[in-house]
C-alpha cells in the first residue's frame, strides 16, 4: 500500500513539474503573452515540441512499465529526446539547407561628399576656430558608414591640415572597424555597440574595449511607402522576427499576404541594434523568400520596397540618419513604434522606444591625444559637430 502511494506521488509529482517546466519554456520564450499572434506552423514548432515532450514525459511515468510495453516506451522516450533535441532549431527556425534566405546586405557607400578640407563637401563644420588642434601624432579613426560624415567633421575641425593624410580617416564598415581595432590597427572607431562575438573576439586576445557615449540615435523599422501599416508595437516586432508572425494579417494588414523580414549581416551595427531589441529571445533565421529573384544586390535600405504579387511585403532596420539622410530610399517609410515617431525631439526626451548611444571605442581607457580628442568630442564644440551632422547629442541634447 505504500508502495503505491509512493508511485502515485511521484507520478503527480513528476506530471505537475513536466507541465510546469513546460509552462516555464513557454514563458520564457513569449508563447503565452503572444500565442494569438502565432499565424504559422514553422512559429507554431516550439510550441509543439515542447507539448510533445511534456506528454511524453507524463506518458512514460504513467503507463505499465511490462515487457510488452517496452517497444512503445522506447519509441515514446525518442520522441521526448527528439522534442528537446530539436527545440532550439524550431526557435531558431533554421530548417533550411541551401536556400537563397531574405539577408540585407552590407553596401559600403561613396562617401566623397563628406571629403575633408574640401569646398564642396556635405561635412558638417562649425563657426569659429576649434578649441583643440593636434599636430603630430593624430589619431588613426575608422567606423561605421553611418556615422563616417560626424568623425570626418571631427577630424577635419581639430587635425592639423599639413599632419593630416586620408589613412587618418577610414570607413571600412562597423565589422572592420571593430576587426581593426582588436588588431590594433585603430585608435578610435566610432559605431554602435559590440556584439556578443565582436566581445568574444576582444576578450579573446586581451583587448579591453572601451566605450565612450557621445551621441544618441533612434532604431528604426522600415516598411514600403504603400504598406497602410505606420505603427507597429514592441512586442509585434518581437514577434515578427522570433518567427511567431508571419502574416501581415495578424497585424491588421489583411491582402498584404506574407510577411518578408530582412535582416542585416551578423555584426553589421544595425544586426546588433535588432539584437539589443531582442535580447535573449532568439531571433529567427531569415526564411526563403516566395521568389529567389527578390533578394536582389543591394542594401536593405534599397531592398525594404520590393514589391510582391501587387503589394510591398517587405520589413526591415536600420539607424534614422542612415534611413533618412544618407542612404534614403523613397519607397520606404519609418515606422512609429508604440505610437511614437522617431523624431529628434522624441529622441531627446526618449519616448521613443528604440534609442541607442553611439560611442567612441578604444581599447583601454584612452591617452594621450586620444584622450584629447574625445574630451573635445564631449565639448559643445564637438557635440555642436554631431547636432549638425543630423544626429542627437548626448550633451545638451
Known sequence: MVKKTLRTIFRVATTLSAWIVGGIVLHRYEFFTSF???????????????????????????????????????????????????????????????????????????????A???????????????????????????????????????????????????????????????????????????????????IAAANAIGVDLYFTPIGREAFVFLVGVENPIDNITCQQIRNIYSGKTAQWATLGWHSGGRIIAFQRPDGSGSQTGLQMIMGNLPIQVPQPLPDASLIGSGSLM??????????????????????????????????????????????????YPFVDNFYAVTNGEPTGNTRLFIDWILSSQGQLIIERTGYVPIIGG
Open 36 to 114: 494569438t499572434a502565432i499565424d504559422n506552423i514553422v512559429g507554431m514548432l516550439p510550441v509543439t515540441f515542447v507539448v510533445v515532450g511534456a506528454l511524453g514525459i507524463i506518458a512514460i511515468c504513467w503507463m505499465k512499465h511490462t515487457r510488452q510495453f517496452i517497444p512503445v516506451s522506447v519509441a515514446i522516450i525518442l520522441l521526448v529526446v527528439l522534442s528537446v533535441a530539436l527545440f532550439p532549431t524550431a526557435q531558431r527556425g533554421n530548417w533550411w539547407i541551401n536556400m537563397s534566405l531574405p539577408e540585407g546586405q552590407e553596401v559600403m557607400f561613396d562617401l566623397a561628399s563628406f
Open 116 to 198: 575633408h578640407f574640401s569646398e564642396y563637401s556635405q561635412i558638417a563644420r562649425l563657426n569659429e576656430k576649434s578649441t583643440l588642434t593636434l599636430y603630430t601624432d593624430l589619431p588613426i579613426l575608422d567606423g561605421a558608414t553611418a556615422l563616417f560624415p560626424i568623425y570626418a567633421a571631427f577630424a577635419e575641425a581639430v587635425f592639423n591640415f599639413e599632419a593630416f593624410s586620408n589613412e587618418h580617416v577610414l570607413s571600412t564598415g562597423t565589422r572592420g572597424a571593430y576587426e581593426a581595432l582588436i588588431a590594433g590597427k585603430r585608435d578610435i572607431i566610432f559605431v554602435a555597440g559590440a556584439s556578443e562575438s565582436q
Open 302 to 351: 534599397e531592398q525594404v520596397s520590393v514589391e510582391w504579387r501587387g503589394v510591398q511585403p517587405a520589413i526591415g532596420y536600420s539607424y534614422r540618419f542612415f534611413a533618412t539622410t544618407l542612404n534614403a530610399n523613397p519607397n520606404a517609410k519609418i515606422l512609429s513604434v508604440n505610437g511614437i515617431y522617431p523624431s529628434i525631439e522624441n529622441i531627446q526626451n526618449e519616448s
